[in-house]
């Protein structure tokens, strides 16, 4: 233990183990996010509960989440549950490595994310995000998730690779079911496996090989003519550590993978639980419309158009709140340690709960309510630190953080340009490894009026 006061701890109650505890861990199992809610509410933000047999900890408090992703992030690992099941996907890219390997891994990949670095990629995603909403204007209806998830596809390849996403369909077709089997193993009690050969698990290691070799491709492609090319994938070849040595080929194709997973699965939730926000608050998807109205004029946004649209990203960052795409995420106890007032066993499960601490109002006037307001530039934001968290903190803080913004606030920006979605009824959330709707969501396309001129027909580039 770092902190050698362990005495003075309480001891935390993890409930009843065996037969009799198995009502949390299916209750678990069936509706986390009311579990979790109901947790934190009868026992505060550090509430003992069991998985089966494994003790674990929910940590819903600011200052206790801070100590476990920050000021004592050393005593806690990532939880080899998951580690264990994901490293088939995902190896030794930024994801789910540690320690030294995680270190020099992100060291060269962080500087390709920088703020100042990512508004570089603008011009790609609003080419790319844009292409997306004109065809669901031209359709008037869509499935709004399977709508948002082809987008960022588009999106991330696009940044990766230069390339259109056309000539790499069968790519994404295999990435998207990888991703799939990923989320479905961590969000089921038992998974068969991968060394039985059930259809899923068969599936699942020729997807992986496809993406592996074509990621191969990609990146002999562009050692080979590295002129040729301005993408990511171009840039880490380019990076060198310490000693002047580039990435391993092994490694470069795990960051492929894990760039594209980390980067797709959080932002098409983000991208689709802002349109489903805005379509529920008519009032401030048309105060959001009427700023991108004033700035824009119906013309495509660059990247010095952004600041204008403060409004926009305070649209995202709100959705980001109330619909974390990452809801929870977990660590394990390292060795003996404690969490705020209390002692935690070695290997104790530690679930963080943003979802929890973004609804609690505790932290939140009101917090069930949408309210962009409180992130504008000049309302008192001193709590956004620790009391907000989509991209998490500490050592393993979102890299993409910079770029998911710029996202956001394009994503609302085009989508508001044009008209609005319209979604009849209340959306029920689920977790899977993000946060998403239990049941399809059909949307509707509402074409906006502006000026007496229908914006849905004005083309990119038209004079403002
Ligand atoms: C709205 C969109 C996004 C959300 C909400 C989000 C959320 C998160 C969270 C919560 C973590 C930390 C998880 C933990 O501590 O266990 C994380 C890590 C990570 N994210 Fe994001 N992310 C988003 C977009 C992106 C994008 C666009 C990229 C790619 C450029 C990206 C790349 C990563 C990577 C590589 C990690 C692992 C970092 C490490 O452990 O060093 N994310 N993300």
Redesign the pocket.
């Given at each position: 233990m770092n902190d050698d006061r362990a005495e003075k701890f309480e001891q935390l109650d993890h409930g009843r183990s065996g037969v009799l505890g198995l009502g949390t861990t299916l209750r678990w199992f069936h509706d986390p996010l009311a579990v979790m809610q109901r947790l934190a509410g009868e026992h505060g933000p550090v509430a003992g509960f069991r998985i089966g047999l494994f003790p674990a900890v929910l940590v819903t408090g600011p200052t206790e989440i801070n100590e476990v992703?920050v000021s004592r992030a050393a005593d806690f690992r990532?939880a080899r549950a998951v580690t264990g099941t994901l490293w088939p996907a995902l190896r030794e890219?930024?994801?789910i490595?540690e320690g030294e390997v995680?270190r020099a891994q992100?060291a060269m990949?962080a500087p390709l994310?920088t703020a100042r670095r990512v508004p570089k990629y603008v011009d790609v995603m609003v080419a790319r995000m844009q292409k997306h909403v004109r065809t669901w204007q031209a359709a008037g209806e869509l499935d709004l998730l399977a709508g948002v998830q082809a987008m960022m596809h588009d999106v991330?390849a696009g940044?990766l690779i230069d390339e259109p996403l056309e000539d790499h369909l069968d790519v994404v077709d295999a990435a998207t079911r990888i991703f799939d089997w990923e989320m479905r193993a961590m969000s089921r009690p038992i998974v068969a496996p991968l060394n039985i050969p059930t259809k899923r698990n068969r599936d699942f290691i020729r997807d992986l090989a496809l993406v592996r070799d074509w990621a191969a491709r990609m990146i002999d492609a562009r050692r080979r003519h590295p002129d040729r090319h301005d993408d990511i994938v171009s840039a880490m070849l380019a990076q060198r550590d310490r000693d002047g040595a580039p990435m391993s080929e092994e490694r470069l194709v795990d960051e492929v993978l894990?760039?594209w997973a980390?980067?797709h699965e959080?932002?098409a939730?983000?991208m689709f639980w802002t349109a489903y926000a805005l379509s529920r608050h008519p009032g401030i998807a048309e105060r959001a419309g009427a700023e991108v109205d004033r700035v824009l004029g119906g013309a495509t946004p660059t990247a010095e158009d952004l600041a204008q649209l403060p409004y926009c990203l305070q649209v995202f960052k709100e959705s980001?709140r109330l619909y974390?795409?990452?809801p929870a995420?977990?660590?394990e106890a390292a060795c003996e340690t404690r969490i705020g007032d209390y002692a935690i066993a070695e290997n104790t499960i530690v679930f963080?709960a943003?979802y929890v601490m973004h609804r609690s109002a505790l932290q939140y006037p009101d917090p069930e309510r949408f309210d962009p307001d409180r992130f504008a530039q000049e309302a008192d934001r001193s709590w956004e630190r620790l009391s907000y968290?989509?991209?998490?903190?500490?050592?393993?803080?979102?890299?993409?953080?910079a770029?998911?913004l710029l996202?956001?606030q394009i994503f609302t920006a085009l989508l508001l340009g044009g008209g609005t979605l319209r979604i009849d009824r209340d959306m029920a959330m689920k977790l899977t490894i993000n946060l998403r709707p239990k049941r399809e969501a059909r949307a509707v396309y509402v074409p906006r009026r502006r000026s007496g001129r229908d914006l849905s027909r004005i083309e990119a580039g038209e004079p403002r």
């Open positions: 992703l990532r890219g930024l994801i490595s995680h992100r990949v994310f991330v940044l894990n760039l980390a980067a959080t932002s939730d983000a980001m974390p795409p990452s995420f977990l660590r963080i943003p968290l989509p991209f998490g903190a500490g050592e393993h803080v979102c890299i993409g953080s770029l998911a996202e956001g």
